[in-house]
Nanobody, 129 residues
């Protein structure tokens, strides 16, 4: 599967952005999806994850209450709605797909980058103060 993330940009603190991750192929609905980010000089970290059905989600502590992950399996697309953005949210944001049949059957997701099998190219988000 190929993933393409887009929707990043420059926004002032307190603003909003919506990232999209478009997937190719017909198996998108069987994948858990995750959003990760990597800031300057930092390691890649999880932002949010969602199971195949969209009924189960995970958020990293720094973004809880501000970001919302969702998906539309009919459109092969995952989303990350980011509100109340802060300068510390500045990073390259990546979407990733987890094709684990075990997590599909369990209806679960992973927040570990090394458990994701497919990655998009990243989209830059810059939040100015």
């Amino acid at each position: 599967v190929q993933l393409q993330a887009f929707g990043g940009g420059l926004v002032q603190a307190g603003g909003s952005l919506r990232l999209s991750c478009a997937a190719s192929g017909r198996t998108f609905s069987r994948y858990a999806m995750g959003w990760f980010r990597q800031g300057p000089g930092k390691e890649r970290e999880v932002v949010a994850a969602i199971n195949w059905s969209g009924r189960s989600t995970y958020y990293a502590e720094p973004v809880k209450g501000r970001f919302t992950i969702s998906r539309d399996n009919a459109k092969n697309t995952a989303y990350l709605q980011m509100n109340s953005l802060k300068p510390e949210d500045t990073a390259v944001y990546y979407c990733a797909a987890d094709s684990s049949p075990i997590r599909y059957s369990a209806g679960s997701y992973s927040y570990r980058p090394n458990e994701y099998h497919y990655w998009g190219q990243g989209t830059q988000v810059t939040v100015s103060s």
